[in-house]
């Protein structure tokens, strides 16, 4: 059981790291003219947080509660 709880601290952390990443003022600084290969800075940030995210969640989830 303790191994259970340690995945959800795990998840938990996930969010709340999610959260800040994605949190008005941090977002607001990506809020610029700049673009990289043609492509608004801000949607290339939102894009990566999300992935990072994503592929974060899966590798916490695949490692399950027993490792």
Known sequence: MPRASLLRQRLLALFLAGVLALFSPLVSQFETPERLLGIPSLFIYLFAV????IGAAA???SRGPDR
């Open 50 to 53: 999300w992935a990072a995210i």
């Open 59 to 61: 590798w916490i989830l």
